[in-house]
């Protein structure tokens, strides 16, 4: 696993902790806290269901944490970009998405 990602993943997993302590989240996650301690220091990694949860408590699909945790344009970072635009590229921007609405609304019968 890419060393960036891995440790983007340790960040996740004490942020998701919060105030708890590694022994109410290892409740939580029905693990050991010798196994939240490994996720938190990058010496073990969570499988799949337990990622699962990591992004439930985060308000976030599984597919949302994985992008996150790969640098993917996430839905902060697209506004981010939208904010360093200049008027011209938001008003191109503007007329793609309007574009894509005609083009749906075409698409849907008239009953």
Same mark, same amino acid.
């Given at each position: #696993?890419?060393?960036?990602? @891995?440790?983007? /993943?340790?960040?996740?997993?004490?942020?998701? %902790?919060?105030?708890?302590?590694? %022994? !109410? /989240?290892? !409740? @939580?996650?029905?693990?050991?806290?010798?196994?939240?301690?490994? *996720?938190?220091?990058?010496?073990? /990694?969570?499988?799949? $269901?337990?990622?699962?949860?990591?992004? $439930?408590?985060?308000?976030? @699909?599984?597919?949302?944490?994985?992008?996150?945790?790969?640098? $993917?344009?996430?839905?902060?970072?697209?506004?981010?970009?939208?904010?360093? #635009?200049?008027?011209?590229? %938001?008003? *191109? @921007?503007?007329? /793609?998405?309007?574009?894509?609405?005609?083009?749906?609304?075409?698409?849907?019968?008239?009953?």
């Amino acid at each position: #696993m890419d060393e960036s990602v @891995l440790e983007r /993943l340790t960040e996740i997993v004490r942020e998701v %902790r919060g105030d708890r302590s590694q %022994r !109410d /989240l290892a !409740d @939580l996650f029905a693990v050991s806290q010798s196994t939240i301690h490994g *996720w938190e220091t990058g010496k073990s /990694l969570p499988d799949l $269901r337990n990622l699962e949860k990591i992004a $439930r408590l985060r308000g976030q @699909l599984t597919e949302q944490l994985v992008a996150d945790l790969y640098g $993917r344009n996430t839905q902060a970072s697209i506004q981010q970009q939208i904010e360093s #635009m200049n008027n011209r590229e %938001r008003a *191109w @921007l503007l007329m /793609l998405i309007a574009q894509s609405f005609i083009e749906v609304e075409a698409e849907i019968p008239v009953e």
